[in-house]
Structures are given as C-alpha cells and as structure tokens.
C-alpha cells in the first residue's frame, strides 16, 4: 500500500493500483479519458515526492521537471503528495523591495522571497490584499537576484494598477505564490536556435529566458521580438540593443506600433515574415492571448513543433 | 503475424503521425472550425490517444468515453462528413509516411468502428 496525499486527503495506492484508479475509488472526481497515458485529461502534478520516470510518458521536459505525471499509468510506490495542474499551492509571504517605472505605463516591482524557488520565465500569483490577486511571470533570476521581478502595465480603472501605483511602498508585505508555467529554459539543446516573442509586459518571462540561455552557454542564435503598442512601450531596448551588441549569437527586433513600418510594426507579422524555417527552433511565445494563440497555429502550421513551442498567454483581470 | 500497432511501429510511429495528421486537420477547412479557440497542446495529446487507437495500440477507451468526448461538438453539428474528412486525413497522413495501403485500410476501419460513438448515436 502507497500513499498518496490529494489536495489534503489521505488516499490509499494499492498494489498495482494506479493513482486514477486510487482516486476514483476514493470518490474523487478526477478527469480522465484514455486511461492508456496518452490524452493526458487527468494530468496531476507531484507537489512532493518524485512519481515514477514511466508516468510521465510523452510530457515534455518542462513539465517532467515541475512534477507532472499522467495518473492513469502511475504506480508509485513511494508516497506522493499530488495537485490540481492548475493549483498553485501554498503562498509565502514576500516584502516589497523597489516599485520603478520602465515607461509611462510599465512599472517593475521587485519583491523579497526568501527560499522561494522558481525557473526565469515561469509565472506567480501576486496577492497584495483581500481578493487582490494577479498572476504575473518573474523577469528575474534566482541565481542572480535576490528578488523576485515582475513587469506590471497600468490599467486606469484596474484596482491592482491603483493599488500598485498609489499604495504599495518599498517595505510593504505581499504574498506570493506558485511557481508555475513551462515558459522556462528547459528541453532546450545549447545549439539549437531560438526564437523569442514577447508582446507588452510578455517581455518579461521572456527576458528571464533570455538570461538564463546566456547564463546555461547557449551557443545557437537567438532573435527576440518584442512588440509594443508605441516606441515609449519598448521598455528595456537599451539593455538590450547593448546585449545584441556584444554577443554574436543575439539579435534583438523591436517593434512598435507604426503606420509607416513595415506590417505596420506588428510583432507577429513582422516574426511571421522573417521566421521561415521553424521546425528546429526552440520557440518562446508570451502576450495576449489573440497573439499568442495565432503565433503559435501559424508556427506548428509551418512545421514547429508543439513540443518546441512554450507559450504564455496572458488574460484580463476578471475583476 | 504481429499486431497491426508493432507493424506500423508502436508508439514512435504515433509521434511521427500525429503533428502531420493534426496539421492537416487544421488546414482542412470542412473541419478547422472545430478546433477554433482549443488548447494545442491538450488538443494534440487527444489526437495521439486517437492515432494510438486507430493504430490498434494500447488503449482504454469505453465507447461512453467517446461519446463524453464529442457530444458537444455533435450539439455544434459535427456528422458523418467530418468523420469522414478526419479519416481521409488520417488516410493522406499514412501515405505520406510510406504506409502501405493494407494497413491504411486497416487504420480507417479502426478509426470508423468508434464512429457512431463519436456521433453519439
């Protein structure tokens, strides 16, 4: 007998049982379809414990690495406490470090986590108040900051904008939690070539990206799009262009928003236009949902692969 | 004889069917809209599960599983002709991977034996 432990919950692993099944017994109503480890509907992530190498069958390295396993072929036989895909676990208390503008409507907020542990590019949730919580991807890396950094745009009338913009101080607590996301530096071999593309505060998840290949020796050449609404959007472009500058293999293509540019300055079309063969480059997508949904069609359609494309796609606040 | 799945070459035959097979499918205008706004990657991962049933693989699929599955897309009005699109898809896709033509008949009478399931009829 296994155990293993389900959102709180005691649940018995018999001998030969699979976790699905354990669940289903239990009286869990845990998704499922194929039961043979290849739809992955019943996608569980292994929040402590290691589930069995077999279990995560045709997941890709990034989601081997956070833990996720296919219930419906895993027989543990060590414990294992196991969540929701989607759950982002407990949150731990953080202290604002640094609230800076990075241009008129893009701040950066640093925030001190001690032990908190994360791969540049994932995402966490940020909760600065009761029912005030956002989930924003970390610009930062662990290795190197003693902070973690997100990449926040200012909306009007969002209460997280206000509350950022006319509360929040240097000092002040916060909670944060998870990580989670793919969009890391993970599957990635040092000489294949990368394609980066990043819309509004996107650049952020793939700026950690970015650090974290220089940092690992990538060796392929990487081009990172960003795409900005206007030329005052194109936050970070001089760290950037200076980065392009001195490493060989970095080309970085800005583009904002310009009746008179090419494609009228969109990212996509501009990274469509370029981006011809594909189907060897390890591809990082991160924007808004529209964008990022469309960059990542048309790049399986010309021959990416899905396993090669890590995307982050970005949705409104509901409230 | 072997199983028509170690014929074709088990699960690694699946790998290198099902990005092919699913880029079809979304180029196929009779049948794209159904994919409209879907998930990629949860999408791919059930046209795997499909191919490795369709290839005689290993796979536990109770017809109440595939009627689940689709009644949704039957309600939007998914029927016969897109079955038949989405098998003649897969069809193109085993040619185009060298497959000979016994086992591409044997694949579509796989793929067609869970179809009024599908259809939830």
Same mark, same amino acid.
Do not use: W
């Given at each position: 007998?296994?155990?293993?432990?389900?959102?709180?919950?005691?649940?018995?692993?018999?001998?030969?049982?699979?976790?699905?099944? &354990?669940?289903?017994?239990?009286? +869990?109503?845990?998704?499922?379809?194929?039961?043979?480890?290849?739809?992955?509907?019943?996608?569980?992530?292994?929040?402590? #414990? &290691?589930?069995?190498?077999?279990?995560?069958?045709?997941?890709?390295?990034?989601?081997?690495?956070?833990?996720?396993?296919?219930?419906?072929?895993?027989?543990?036989?060590?414990?294992?406490?196991?969540?929701?895909?989607?759950?982002?676990?407990?949150?731990?208390?953080?202290?604002?470090?640094?609230?800076? =503008?990075?241009?008129?409507?893009?701040?950066?907020?640093?925030?001190?986590?001690?032990?908190?542990?994360?791969?540049? !590019?994932?995402?966490?949730?940020?909760?600065? #108040?009761?029912?005030?919580?956002?989930?924003?991807?970390?610009?930062?890396? =662990?290795?190197?900051?003693?902070?973690?950094?997100?990449?926040?745009?200012?909306?009007?009338?969002?209460?997280?904008?206000?509350?950022?913009?006319?509360?929040?101080?240097?000092?002040?607590?916060?909670?944060?939690?998870?990580?989670?996301?793919?969009?890391?530096?993970?599957?990635?071999?040092?000489?294949?070539?990368?394609?980066?593309?990043?819309?509004?505060?996107?650049?952020?998840?793939?700026?950690? +990206?970015?650090?974290?290949?220089?940092?690992?020796?990538?060796?392929?050449?990487?081009?990172?799009?960003?795409?900005?609404?206007?030329?005052?959007?194109?936050?970070?472009?001089?760290?950037?262009?200076?980065?392009?500058?001195?490493?060989?293999?970095?080309?970085?293509?800005?583009? &904002?928003?310009? =009746?008179?540019?090419?494609?009228?300055?969109?990212?996509?079309?501009? &990274?469509?236009?370029?981006?011809?063969?594909?189907?060897?480059?390890?591809?990082?997508?991160?924007? #808004?949902?529209?964008?990022?949904?469309?960059?990542?069609?048309?790049?399986?359609?010309?021959?990416?692969?899905?396993?090669?494309?890590?995307?982050?796609?970005?949705?409104?606040?509901?409230? | 004889?072997?199983?028509?799945?170690?014929?074709?070459?088990?699960?690694?035959?699946?790998?290198?069917?099902?990005?092919?097979?699913?880029?079809?499918?979304?180029?196929?205008?009779?049948?794209?809209?159904?994919?409209?706004? +879907?998930?990629?990657?949860?999408?791919?991962?059930?046209?795997?599960?499909?191919?490795?049933?369709?290839? !005689?693989?290993?796979?536990?699929?109770?017809?109440?599983?595939?009627?689940?599955?689709?009644?949704?897309?039957?309600?939007? !009005?998914?029927?016969?002709?897109?079955?038949?699109? +989405?098998?003649?898809?897969?069809?193109?896709?085993?040619?185009?991977?060298?497959?000979?033509?016994?086992?591409?008949?044997?694949?579509?009478?796989?793929?067609?034996?869970?179809?009024?399931?599908?259809?939830?009829?």
């Amino acid at each position: 007998m296994t155990l293993i432990t389900h959102e709180g919950r005691p649940v018995d692993v018999a001998p030969g049982e699979t976790v699905l099944e &354990a669940l289903l017994r239990a009286g +869990v109503n845990a998704p499922h379809s194929c039961r043979a480890g290849n739809c992955q509907s019943c996608m569980h992530r292994a929040i402590d #414990g &290691a589930p069995p190498p077999e279990s995560q069958s045709g997941l890709t390295d990034a989601q081997k690495v956070m833990g996720y396993f296919l219930p419906c072929i895993c027989r543990p036989t060590t414990p294992l406490t196991i969540s929701r895909p989607d759950d982002l676990g407990a949150s731990f208390e953080a202290v604002v470090r640094a609230i800076d =503008p990075l241009s008129d409507d893009i701040i950066r907020l640093r925030v001190e986590a001690d032990g908190f542990a994360y791969r540049p !590019g994932q995402f966490i949730e940020l909760s600065a #108040g009761e029912g005030l919580k956002r989930h924003y991807s970390l610009a930062s890396h =662990p290795e190197e900051d003693p902070f973690l950094e997100m990449h926040i745009r200012l909306h009007q009338e969002g209460r997280m904008s206000r509350h950022l913009a006319e509360k929040l101080q240097a000092g002040d607590k916060v909670h944060v939690a998870g990580p989670s996301g793919s969009c890391f530096y993970e599957g990635v071999d040092a000489d294949q070539p990368m394609l980066l593309i990043g819309a509004g505060t996107g650049l952020a998840p793939i700026y950690g +990206v970015l650090r974290d290949a220089f940092r690992k020796g990538h060796r392929g050449p990487i081009r990172l799009y960003h795409g900005a609404r206007s030329r005052k959007g194109l936050y970070l472009s001089e760290e950037l262009q200076a980065l392009s500058n001195s490493r060989e293999n970095f080309d970085y293509r800005p583009c &904002a928003f310009d =009746p008179t540019a090419p494609h009228g300055g969109d990212v996509a079309a501009t &990274a469509l236009e370029v981006e011809q063969s594909v189907s060897d480059a390890a591809i990082f997508l991160c924007g #808004g949902e529209n964008l990022v949904k469309r960059l990542k069609r048309d790049l399986f359609m010309r021959g990416a692969s899905l396993k090669n494309i890590r995307s982050d796609a970005f949705t409104p606040a509901r409230a | 004889m072997s199983s028509l799945y170690d014929r074709l070459g088990g699960e690694g035959a699946v790998n290198a069917a099902v990005e092919l097979f699913y880029r079809k499918v979304l180029a196929d205008g009779r049948i794209a809209h159904f994919f409209d706004g +879907v998930d990629m990657e949860a999408q791919i991962a059930k046209q795997k599960a499909f191919l490795t049933m369709a290839f !005689g693989g290993p796979n536990n699929y109770t017809g109440a599983d595939m009627r689940n599955a689709h009644k949704r897309l039957v309600e939007r !009005g998914l029927n016969d002709s897109h079955v038949d699109a +989405v098998i003649e898809n897969l069809n193109y896709t085993l040619r185009d991977l060298g497959v000979p033509e016994t086992e591409v008949k044997e694949v579509a009478d796989l793929a067609n034996s869970v179809r009024d399931d599908v259809l939830n009829r």
